[in-house]
Structure formats: C-alpha cells, structure tokens
C-alpha cells in the first residue's frame, strides 16, 4: 500500500527485567496481513518512577505509531524474539 495506508496491527507489549529496580517495555506488533514482528521503541522504567513519566511514553508511543508505520522503522521479523533482537543490536550499535 502507498504510504503504508490500510495496514493492521496489533500492539504487543513485552516486559524484560534488567535490574532489580529497573525495567524495558518493549513497544512491539505484529502486522496482521503478514504475521511479522517489528519492535516500534523500547521503553525504561526505573524505580522510583518519576510522576508523568508513564504518560510521556504513551505519547511517545502514539506519535510514533502516526509518524511512520513500525515495521518501516525497524523492520519486519518471523518472530517476536528476532524482532527484539534486532532492536537491540541496533541499539547497542548506534550507541558506540
């Protein structure tokens, strides 16, 4: 589709434990026509979580899904977890 217009997603959301205070959320979905992952953004909550904090990701969460379609952002993946992968790679490498 031109612009990505009509395409379907599902958000899915995937928590992993990095610390004993801290936490990622990843932002994912799974595009309904294709049955492939993308990971939109990755979100970093820490205690004590500072008021607003959580309102300011799902903003971010929203005008990132109105920007651009996620799989276009990141890529499009067979399964959740090469999705999550790959963001992180990407991460660790643009942050060298």
Partial sequence: ????????FRSIDVWRRVSASSVYRYRCFKNIETCEYCVQSRDVY???IQKGHMEMLERNFVDLMVEEDPDVRS?????LEAAIEAFDSHLSASHR
């Fill in 46 to 48: 820490s205690n004590p």
């Fill in 75 to 79: 890529g499009s993946f067979g399964s």
């Fill in 1 to 8: 589709m031109v612009g990505g217009l009509k395409k379907t």
